[in-house]
């Protein structure tokens, strides 16, 4: 049976570093960590993409790995990841998703399908570690990534000659990398159509949908254009909702799931609207 797919881009920063992908450095291991209302969904992961602003092949040994993992922290930290034999050894449920000896990469986006696809569970947040080996001097096939700041949701540590030692402290900072995860839908719970935003004003506006199967409930969530954190799921057992109390003249995104039960939701839709300057 064909499943539904959906892609969620989580990051639209146009600032550069050498990492996550292994190039800069001979010996590169990084962390990133992505929200559960940045995903949206829950699902399996079949693969993931990063954005290269440019890159540079060779013909030696460009070899990485992903891992990925869920979990309750909220942060990047030494409590999460005192260093990687700590994190590896910590945390059992790291699954181990792609591995692959030699790579080349294109300039843009660069997807990964996963060897294991990853069952995200939609309610913890999500950890993605790469490990990979590049070039064996600092700079000589470097591959920059475009990143977005997230504070606190970052860790790498890179070095040459000599694989990197396990037990480094790592650096901690806010330059998480752009994402790109293909997420499969695993239920049967259909998503609605039809979604449109109606009667907009300065401070209010009407969401409506028609539901896309005989589900009677919904969730909805939504975030103005300059927020980075998506609203909780708001229940509503009617195919519509109205806003009241926004902000005027602000850009804001609105995501309706159908929910069919207990861990039983569809994949979501979006529609975006702005209100009227006062």
């Known amino acids: 049976m064909l499943r539904a797919q959906e892609t969620v881009t989580i990051g639209t ?23 559960a209302p940045e995903i949206g969904m829950s699902g399996q992961i079949v693969s993931i993409a990063y954005n290269l602003s440019g890159a540079t092949n060779f013909s030696g040994t460009r070899a990485m790995k992903i891992y990925m993992m869920t979990t309750p922290a909220t942060v990047v930290n030494a409590t999460l990841i005192p260093n990687f034999t700590a994190l590896m ?7 181990k998703t792609f591995t692959q000896a030699q790579l080349s ?20 947040n999500l950890l993605v570690i790469v ?5 064996t001097t600092s700079g000589g096939c470097t591959q920059s990534a475009y990143y977005s ?20 402290a790592g650096t901690f900072n806010a330059q998480r990398p752009n994402i790109r995860l293909t997420i499969e839908d695993p239920s049967a719970c259909t998503r609605v ?12 506006a009407d969401i409506t949908w028609t539901p896309g199967d005989a589900e009677t409930q919904w969730l ?21 909702y109205s806003f009241a109390a926004l902000s ?13 039960g207990a861990g039983d939701t569809s994949l979501r839709r979006e529609t975006s609207f702005t209100t009227l300057i006062s």
């Open 89 to 95: 050894a910590q945390n059992p449920q790291l699954v």
């Open 220 to 240: 909805l969530s939504y975030k103005s254009a300059s927020e980075t954190v998506w609203s909780n799921w708001i229940e509503t057992s009617q195919p519509s």
């Open 131 to 135: 490990e990979g080996r590049g070039c």
């Open 193 to 204: 159509e039809n979604l449109a935003a109606s009667n907009i004003s300065y401070f209010d």
């Open 248 to 260: 005027s003249a602000t850009n804001y995104t609105v995501r309706v799931r159908a929910f069919c």
């Open 149 to 168: 700041t997230a504070t606190g949701m970052h860790w790498y540590y890179g070095t040459d000659g000599t694989p990197a030692d396990a037990t480094a």
């Open 13 to 35: 920063g146009t600032s550069t570093h050498n990492y996550p992908i292994p190039g800069f450095w001979q010996w590169v291991r990084d962390a990133a960590m992505y929200t």
């Open 105 to 124: 990469f294109t300039t843009g986006w660069n997807t990964f399908a996963l060897d294991e696809p990853f069952y995200y569970n939609g309610t913890d």
